[in-house]
């Protein structure tokens, strides 16, 4: 099985964004590193071009700095969600401030410029560090620390039921400053060094644990990097933004000289605006954008079973729009369709009487869409990796120093195959020790690590694919296949205990680093310079930024709760909540503890099988309308509210290329940017405003 793309004779279903192909600049070069120019020239001559002193150091002063921006406007502003996108928006933020100075440099002093190459280099560090500070991360990580003691009392139980068998090295101790953890909940205070001897046990482990995670991830993106990027060239949607912005076109320059870009830059920021003030003062008219404003559909249908469709919300997001334009149009039809398929399922259920209507998602069962989720997340990556075993087997075999392998290329790889094989078993090894000494049996850290990482490499095959501006994912993620579809009866207090402590990663993925790590790895190869950016860099780069990021995400974040504290209503309390969600499972686990469920199990399995036979059928038969991803997609809550827009998007396309084919795609393509960046560029300065003004803004994403 395989689900690369297919040249498709009908210019309203090419696979991949006819800008790949059209804009030969943006096009990753051969693996000789020649870019071939239009009309068949001779290959230009082509440099590597590594990252510089000043880059450098710019690009490491601007993380601390955006950090504690996402954390203020998240916890303290609770405005729009700087760190959760796809695009992360503080970085985009970033690099549209540093493209603007560069513009002025570029005006009155030319030879201090900083170059596209440059530019790209501060832009990754910012994407691969940023998200570290967000949802999913250490905003989850941070308060879980604290709850565990903080909220134990009578009424939950806690302390009789698992608080004994949390490692007192991974949490705060109040042993030494028993205020350490009370001013972190009740603020007006500040981060003394006496709290931050409370937290450095835990501020060292967690931070190692950090840094294996996403290096491991790292290792296991340099394994595939040939494979998705020169073999199957997926699109990466979420790379054209950055590029775009910084290349320098030879015939038309840059991007800031299209009409259609600042047109389509004014509809958002107009709109944006307008909603912005009419948050502070609702008597200023404003037009409806998202989910939250606009009418649930789902609400027009009172009776059974069509009550069953449930909630179902408008949403007209500028961003996704401008993105599903960059997407394979049968990818973007499969997401809403298949998303409104599953409502279908749940009409369908409903109509046969296998489920009451009414029934909220959390006691629902038929028909397993958690089940189904976590199978196609499984699926998408075991049946990936089949469909290129033979890329795979080269990779090993050269990692193993195998002779018949030793002319597999791996010589502008970011680092050498042995390395990157070597580098991740070590990690998976390390980080299996690390649940091990915190008292799992032995199979268990083993069993969930290779689960997260299948997940983790989907995630990342589904962004490479369908760079929608967030995604979740499935509501059965690697705890809920160890846990409740296989039972609980058969782990001990100290393994449930310790996959607690693992929850605040597995949650929410929108801020998952693997991602943003692949998609830096194709920006290094997609630059339009004649220097291509140095991978090697990029690796070391990656890194440092990552170490950067966590060290910044602790200050930041303890700097706050000790400032307006965790458990006042200063901070956004679901953030807080969070960090209790694992706690409250595990509660339940202990007086709850269920057996294995086969009809859970064969969840599962539907969601494998259906998504093995659309990626079997998409190589099979010519003209295949269904994409894999779609179903993926569908299955989680990422279309919940984007199913809309990406219709809106798809339509978009389709027309475009029907009625005006390549030559109109290409002039729209400023036109689809423009929307991306106002949307993201109001909402930054709102943001802004709120940090300045100290007040709650309008969240422009996600709802």
Known sequence: MSISHRRDPQPSRIPAPPALAARPASLPEDEQGEPTPPGGAPPLPVRVAGITPRAFVIGTLLIPLLVYWIEYT????????????????AAVFALFVL?????VVTRFAPKHALSQAE????????TVSLGISGIGMMQFLVPTLGNSTYYANEANGWTDLFQRAIPTWLVPSVADSPNALLKFYRGNDRLS???LGAWAAPIFWWSAFICVLLGSMLCLNVVLRRQWMDNEKLPFPVVYLPLELTRNDPETGPIWRNRLFWGAFAVPVVLETLASLNYLNPGIPSLPLKPS???NIGEFFTQPPLNAIGYLPLGFYPLVIG?????????????????LLTKAEDVAVVALGLKAPGTPPTLARMPYHGEQGGGAFLALALFGFWSYRKYLSQVIGKALGEKEFQDVPDENEPIPYRLAVFGFLTGFLLLSAFGWVGGMVWWLPPAFFALYFLFAVTFTRVRAEAGLPWGYGPQISPHGLLTEVAGKTHYDLPSLTMLTLFQWFDMDYRAMAMPQQMEALKMGSAANSPARLNNRHIYLVILWATLIGVISSWWALLSIYYQYGAATGNVNSWRTNMGSAGFNLLSDWIKNPTRFEPNRLYGVFTGMGITGFLMAARTRFTGWPLHPIGYVLAETSTMVWLWCPTLVGWLLKLLTLRYGGMSLYKKMIPFAIGLILGDYITSSVWALIGLYLKIPTYRAFPI
């Open 74 to 89: 998240e916890v303290v502003a609770q405005g729009t969600d700087l760190a959760a996108m796809s695009l992360i928006i």
């Open 99 to 103: 493209l603007c100075l560069n513009a």
């Open 119 to 126: 530019m790209l280099f501060v832009y990754i560090m910012q």
């Open 193 to 195: 060094l006496e709290y």
């Open 293 to 295: 404003t606009l009418p």
């Open 323 to 339: 993105l599903v334009y960059f997407l394979p149009v049968e990818v973007s039809f499969s997401s809403w369709f298949f998303y």
